[in-house]
């Protein structure tokens, strides 16, 4: 069965730092992988996807993501993090086929001032 | 557009009681999945409904069902509910061609 791995329960960064969020998946062929980012409270926001081709791909709020295939490895990135970035990050998957997503445990993102 | 719309936001049930819960997906989309997220099980597909018929079922017990109606909204009812059925409960809309779901902001039943 496929899974995904989040290994970073707890990141903390300061405001204007780099982050890097990461996700393994487990799977035979690729699936599609997504980045989701749940404020307090709220739903799920779609940051970014992955279904094949390049495989830098961007999204919403200066987000992007690497697939890299060999590392089986999906983590999410951004330059510089603002404060209003803190939440909860979601990394998931599905295979082609059928719409059952499969979510990581996520990361709780807190960002120092 | 307007996004996933999910009713009612917060609910307070009793044990044994029956809930239902409502999602009006994006205009357009089709299929709609619930999930359940708990702290201690992250988050968990319960089903996915497309044109009137589940087409994917999660792990859980037969005391969860849904129903998808012909203008796609959704519903998903909890019978005898138990204290551990307390959670975010999420609605998810697809449109038919793609491969992204589009979530809304949950439904927060409590179970006392």
């Known amino acids: 069965a496929q899974s995904v791995t989040q290994p970073d329960i707890h990141i903390t960064v300061s405001e204007g730092a780099s982050l890097e969020l990461r996700c393994n998946y487990s799977y035979g062929a690729t699936p599609y992988l997504f980045w989701y980012v749940q404020s307090p409270g709220q739903g799920l926001q779609l940051l970014l996807k992955y279904f094949s081709g390049d495989t830098l791909v961007q999204g919403i709020k200066g987000f992007e993501a690497e697939f890299k295939r060999s590392q089986s490895s999906f983590n999410l990135r951004k330059p510089s993090v603002h404060w209003s970035d803190a939440a909860e990050y979601f990394c998931?998957?599905?295979?082609?086929?059928?719409?059952?997503?499969?979510f990581g445990t996520g990361t709780q993102l807190k960002v120092e001032l | 557009k307007a996004g996933v719309t999910q009713t009612p936001r917060y609910l307070i049930k009793t044990r044994g009681q029956q809930v239902t819960l409502s999602c009006s997906p994006i205009?357009?989309?089709?299929?709609v999945s619930w999930y359940q997220q708990t702290p201690g099980q992250g988050l968990q597909f319960l089903f996915e409904?497309?044109?009137?018929?589940?087409?994917n079922k999660g792990n859980f017990p037969g005391r969860f069902s849904g129903r998808q109606f012909s203008n796609s909204r959704s519903e998903m009812n909890v019978s005898t509910l138990e204290l551990g059925d307390s959670a975010l409960y999420l609605c998810?809309?697809?449109?038919?061609?793609?491969?992204?779901?589009?979530f809304g902001p949950g439904t927060r039943l409590t179970v006392t």
């Open positions: 998810a809309s697809k449109s038919g061609g793609a491969n992204e779901q589009y």
């Open positions: 205009s357009g989309h089709r299929s």
């Open positions: 998931a998957s599905f295979t082609g086929g059928g719409n059952k997503l499969t």
């Open positions: 409904y497309f044109s009137e018929t589940q087409r």
